[in-house]
């Protein structure tokens, strides 16, 4: 990857209070400096307005979540280096409410979640002991594999289908019913699909990766929504158990 | 000002505030529950950024007896006995719940079997874990827990201020909040109120804690006048990342890599540790590497960074990716191959040990109130060992709900007293002016509470300290309060530094009374631990804002010290790998 030193660069940040776009420039101590930095640096000596949200600044919490550059991404987890690029354009998440310059509401994309049945209900809420699974079960491996995703709304803005309405159930919420639909705990198991079958899921997908191909977290969403698909044409959605 | 009632107000977003929220709520689904969180709920604090697990007794060879006493021993012998027996009988009940009924996902055995591994001062393997990113695994089911139930009322983005109390000062009625986006001061009636803030390790310059924590819950308490207790107990981890003048440093390193064999070098290239502690080296337990640490620095035998330097080169590429997978990907980022680089670190504030005193039911000494997670006191004693901390986020989250429905079903709300709360509204409801730069004033207290009240003090550590504290807090008087409250970051700064100094106060009282070294505790002036110190530093605020000040013989009510055997260091069991990991994050 490219990395050219750069001793300052110009921050291009979206903002809400009507005004359009700020400019800053702002100083780059090292190419290793992330994107949160400059923002930070921007809110303690040049514009305290400046709306952004940040938590665990080591990419496992998903706040910073924001266009880079026209790409989602982590502002924490981004390297000023990696941009390899003299301005950086800031924007908020696309598909959700925009609250304050870089900032979006979260919500919708929680109740989305929510709406789409994606967590956990258990089938033995009050079992005292530790099932025993096997790590290579063929249903615990394909847990394991889609496993990871921080709730961060990145892949919700870069697919075509949340981004412009057409569903509010994105790949995050197929991805987690997917798993869910292979969890030999889960109450509701494989009747899960129903939803991924529904109005609102997976035939909105038009397995264009424009999810993976921004999930900060890694998590293999193309893959996990192609087996899920796989699962619902092999008719495992109309099957009342697992 | 908006107002709200309810009937369990929760302040906090992390581990032990989530899972309050959840068992309060199944206690009793008609409850009205509010959850108040600085940061996006469930995304915010500390819970989810560990990386260690969650030790629980699980494994027939194991037993309470044992990790009670690896507790005991890590706390060098000042724990809550009472506080931390639950602590040990209660994580597998929490265990189970998280397997069963909240859905986590564990790390297994080939056969099948929870996998559990060993992190410092430990007798046995008996850490839960999800590959090198257990926080997040717990913090996604949970999140998902808080969002089906739908009954909870969740106010992200809103802050503590300060408690409501009734006129006699005794009982707690509720919280005022601000709204952070819309700017709006609210105050919450409630029956009963949770601080689950977290703890105060960002008032040091070097910090692993997530950063919008400043306290609040601790300082909202000390300004309601609780009772707190050992609040010079401040854990440093050895080994914070350092990546320049980025928010990544002070981030963890895990422990698992001195466990697995790594090497601490300064500047000269020497394994320092064989003069601090030559049997254990670089095994030895976290406060005595962090001091190691601290000292190269001090001496100038630092790295070019002000760091020391991690070497874990010789334990190859291919056990690294796959033990530290999080770790590896975390350094690359920062242009440090671990395969190949020395890795620069630092001693970083980690993890307070201190806090509100609560009994086993959570309860502080102001009835209405309660605390858990790092906002509690007495748990650990002078020393949190690895994988304890989460547990107890969970396990005393738990009770602290239960407790609390249990609570909130026979009381009534307390009657509060409205010029306490016209003063908390006057100090944000008229704008001011003033030249003051609060991240600047933050900036200035982490250096002072680094140097003078952190790894290494003294009586005149704390002098300096605490002229430094009154004049930082003068100067925060300057800051201007804004005109509108809305999203505004500096008046946030402004809360959050007098929040650190309200702590630091705290920490800077009970550091001067324990005249020994014990634990995270280490004085200059008087280095070695002493039997006279077997003891609780109970700090009170009072009325005329004086410190009640009390130092009480530790409560030896189930295990008494000379029962005790052994010492602790990092097992090299760590150094197994685990069965089946995330390899994508």
């Known amino acids: 990857m490219a990395r050219t030193e750069r001793s300052t660069v110009t921050l291009v940040v979206a903002r809400t209070d009507g005004a359009g776009a700020s400019r800053f420039e702002v100083p780059v101590p090292s190419p290793h400096s992330r994107v949160l930095d400059l923002l930070l640096h921007v809110q303690r000596h040049q514009d305290p307005t400046l709306g952004f949200r940040f938590s665990c600044r080591v990419g496992m919490c998903g706040s910073c979540a924001m266009l880079v550059n026209g790409k989602e991404a982590f502002v924490c987890d981004t390297s000023v280096g990696s941009l390899d690029s003299g301005t950086v354009e800031l924007a908020p998440l696309r598909a959700l409410p925009v609250q304050q310059d870089l900032k979006v509401d979260m919500q919708p994309f929680f109740d989305a979640q929510r709406e789409a049945g994606a967590a956990f209900e258990p089938s033995e809420a009050d079992r005292r002991d530790i099932r025993s699974i096997p790590p290579d079960d063929a249903r615990r491996a394909a847990i394991e594999a889609q496993n990871g995703c921080i709730t961060c709304g990145s892949c919700h803005s870069a697919s075509a289908w949340t981004r412009d309405g057409r569903s509010r159930v994105g790949p995050a919420a197929l991805n987690r019913i997917y798993m869910l639909s292979n969890d030999e705990r889960d109450r509701l198991g494989a009747r899960r699909l129903a939803v991924a079958a529904g109005d609102e899921g997976l035939l909105h997908c038009h397995a264009e990766g424009d999810c993976v191909s921004v999930c900060p977290a890694g998590v293999p969403l193309k893959t996990g929504l192609r087996k899920l698909l796989d699962m619902v044409e092999r008719g495992q959605a109309l099957d009342s158990g697992k | ?585």
């Open chain 2, 1 to 585: 000002m908006e107002r709200k009632t309810c009937d369990i107000l929760i302040v906090g977003g992390g581990g032990a505030a989530v899972y309050a929220a959840i068992h309060a709520h199944d206690a009793d689904p008609s409850l009205d529950i509010v959850v108040a969180s600085k940061g996006l709920a469930g995304k915010s604090g500390c819970t989810r950024m560990v990386q260690g697990g969650y030790n629980v007794v699980l494994h027939p060879d194991d037993s309470f007896e044992k990790h009670y006493q690896d507790t005991l021993r890590g706390g060098a012998l000042i724990n809550n006995q009472e506080l931390a027996w639950m602590l040990v009988t209660q994580a597998p009940e929490r265990i189970y719940e998280l397997e069963n009924r909240y859905g986590c996902y564990f790390d297994r055995h080939p056969d099948g079997s929870i996998h559990q591994r060993a992190l410092a001062g430990q007798s046995f393997n008996r850490t839960v874990h999800r590959g090198d990113l257990t926080g997040i695994e717990l913090m996604n089911r949970l999140s998902e827990q808080l969002l089906i139930r739908k009954e909870i009322r969740v106010l992200h983005e809103t802050r503590g201020v300060d408690l409501l109390l009734d006129r006699a000062g005794k009982r707690v009625c509720g919280a005022v909040l601000l709204d952070y986006q819309r700017g709006e001061l609210i105050a919450v009636e409630a029956k009963a109120v949770l601080l689950a803030t977290g703890g105060a390790a960002p008032l040091y310059k070097l910090t692993a804690a997530s950063l919008e924590k400043s306290g609040d819950g601790l300082a909202m308490a000390y300004r309601a006048g609780a009772e707190f207790v050992d609040m010079e107990m401040m854990q440093f981890h050895p080994t914070g990342l350092i990546a320049g003048k980025s928010v990544m440093t002070g981030s963890v390193l895990e422990e698992g890599l001195r466990g697995a064999g790594g090497h601490l070098l300064n500047a000269e290239g020497e394994r320092y540790m064989q003069r601090y502690d030559p049997g254990k080296m670089e095994r030895s337990t976290r406060d005595r590497v962090s001091r190691s640490g601290f000292l190269e620095i001090r001496a100038g035998r630092g790295s070019e960074l002000d760091g020391v330097y991690l070497d874990v080169r010789h334990l190859g590429k291919d056990f690294l990716m796959k033990s530290s997978p999080g770790m590896y990907k975390r350094c690359l980022s920062v242009g440090y191959d671990m395969a190949k680089d020395l890795i620069q670190v630092t001693p970083t504030a980690h993890f307070q040990m201190g806090g509100v005193r609560i009994d086993t039911q959570c309860r502080s000494s102001l009835e209405g109130l309660y605390a858990a997670g790092e906002d509690a006191g007495g748990v650990h004693g002078a020393n949190r060992l690895g994988g304890n901390g989460v547990a107890e986020s969970m396990v005393f989250g738990g009770i602290a709900g239960d407790a609390l429905a249990a609570y909130a079903a026979g009381a009534d709300r307390g009657q509060y007293d409205p010029e306490r709360l016209d003063a908390i509204a006057a100090r944000y409801g008229r704008a001011t002016t003033g030249k003051a730069n609060p991240f600047d004033l933050r900036a200035q207290l982490g250096e002072v509470a680094w140097q003078h009240l952190g790894i290494i003090r003294s009586a005149g550590s704390l002098r300096t300290s605490a002229a430094e504290i009154d004049r930082i807090e003068g100067e925060l008087a300057q800051v201007p309060v804004p005109a509108s409250l809305a999203g505004n970051a500096v008046l946030h700064e402004r809360m959050n530094v007098g929040n650190l100094i309200d702590v630091a106060r705290l920490i800077h009282a009970a550091a001067g009374l324990r005249k020994e070294s014990r634990g995270s505790h280490y004085r200059e002036d008087f280095p070695e631990p002493s039997d006279d110190f077997l003891v609780n530093i109970v700090l009170q605020r009072q009325e005329n804002g004086s410190l009640r000040q009390a130092v009480e013989p530790v409560a030896f009510s189930r295990l008494h010290p000379r029962d005790l055997e052994g010492d602790t260091v990092i097992p090299t069991e760590t150094a197994k790998q685990p069965v089946s990991s995330s390899s994508e994050v």
